[in-house]
């Protein structure tokens, strides 16, 4: 079964730090671009960043560029998100998934999600 | 950065309705657009890419149209499954963004 599963998530307060795991299954992992989307609580989906194949290549939403780190291990068949001085802002649902990107250019597969809160 | 709006925000149907949703660019992005669906609680599904391109699985009453700057989803006969936010994404430059979404419910 093609699966993501992610892990990590929490409660942490302003300015720490949180990794976030997501573990694939099921599919050639190495062959796909990997991805982070997150979503607020009652608002919409938000693109975080991206991964090439090979961890070449990474691109990151300006709100969170020289926070947070993406990283893969294909070895592992795993994705990572390191995410530093948390803020407020960034209290959401964060979800996993892989493209054929640039090709197909949707995100195919898609992880249930871990929950990140960051409060005092 | 492209910015993607949604409309309308929200939408009203019933089961067996045809439904038509409208997302336009800021800017002209070809083709590469993408549709998503979101029930609660659940993660994305992607259903359509390359703005036209029906995912493996869904269901053919879904349709994707238009290329530049406007396009669209339709659902051609609501099920009661369909009901959920849809979601466009831009696929053509980095940051990729998503629409504010669009719910439809129940009439």
């Known amino acids: 079964e093609v699966q993501l599963v992610e892990s990590g998530g929490g409660l942490v307060q302003p300015g720490g730090s949180l990794r976030l795991s997501c573990a694939a299954s099921?599919?050639?992992?190495?062959?796909?671009?990997m991805i982070w989307v997150r979503q607020a609580p009652g608002k919409g989906l938000e693109w975080v960043a991206n991964?090439?194949?090979?961890?070449?290549?990474?691109y990151y939403v300006d709100s969170v560029k020289g926070r947070f780190t993406i990283s893969r291990d294909n070895a592992k068949n795993s994705l990572y998100l390191q995410m530093n001085s948390l803020r407020a802002e960034d209290t959401a649902v964060y979800y996993c998934a892989s493209s054929q990107w640039p090709q197909k250019g949707a995100f195919d597969i898609w992880g249930q999600g871990t929950m990140v809160t960051v409060s005092s | 950065d492209i910015q993607m709006t949604q409309s309308p925000s929200s939408v009203s149907a019933s089961v067996g309705d045809r439904v038509t949703i409208t997302c336009r660019a800021s800017?002209?992005?070809?083709?590469?657009l993408a549709w998503y669906q979101q029930k609660p609680g659940k993660a994305p599904k992607a259903l359509i890419y390359?703005?036209?391109t029906l995912q493996s699985g869904v269901p053919s009453r879904f349709s994707g149209s238009g290329s530049g700057t406007d396009f669209t989803l339709t659902i051609s006969s609501l099920q009661p499954e369909d009901f959920a936010t849809y979601y466009c994404q831009q696929a053509k430059s980095f940051p990729i963004t998503f629409g504010q979404g669009t719910r439809l419910e129940i009439k």
């Open positions: 800017q002209g992005i070809s083709s590469w």
């Open positions: 991964i090439k194949q090979d961890g070449s290549e990474k």
């Open positions: 390359a703005a036209s």
């Open positions: 099921g599919f050639t992992f190495s062959s796909y671009w």
